[in-house]
């Protein structure tokens, strides 16, 4: 008897071995760019009201919100980032501001990058609501911003660019 249920768990095990190696992978899993969602305060009046976790934009940034008159202000913390994979058939999701939910963008790729470029469907949910859809190009270099709500005196502004590839292993 326990020969016999001995062979049979070898025999149910071999079977599922060779079934998992038989499966395809799945390609809409291929991994076709990384972007990075951030969500920055930007402020005319004290800075501190960001909060001790808040760390300051890059200066590269800093200057491109000033270039546009309406994402002109006095100053901008960086209040968190998310820095995902965009499957090439799935929708991605992005939390910046994890643990919370407050901020949440939904992203999903129309096709392969091109030029260091990719074109994004993306959704953008503040406090549950869908308040944005869009289709738009983000790169390195051409970051989507997108101007939030009023929040502790300030605005929220949220940045979506394509994120450099990584060291190769990682």
Known sequence: MKTIRALAILACTTVAAFSAAEEPADPGKETV??????????TNGDAS???Q???PVPAGTEKRLRADKRLRFDHYRLLGDSRR?????????AQPLAPSDEVLVRFEAQGKPR???????????LSRKKILKTNAVVGTDCPLFVLGPEWRGGRLIIMLALAPEPPVGQ
Do not use: M, P
Request: aromatic share 12%; no cysteine.
């Open 115 to 125: 030029d260091q470029k990719q074109r994004l469907d993306i959704d953008l949910w």
């Open 49 to 51: 009201v960001a909060g």
């Open 33 to 42: 760019a990384r972007v990075t969602v951030s969500v920055l305060l930007a």
């Open 85 to 93: 994979r965009v499957f090439r058939s799935y929708e991605n999701w």
């Open 53 to 55: 976790r808040a760390r």
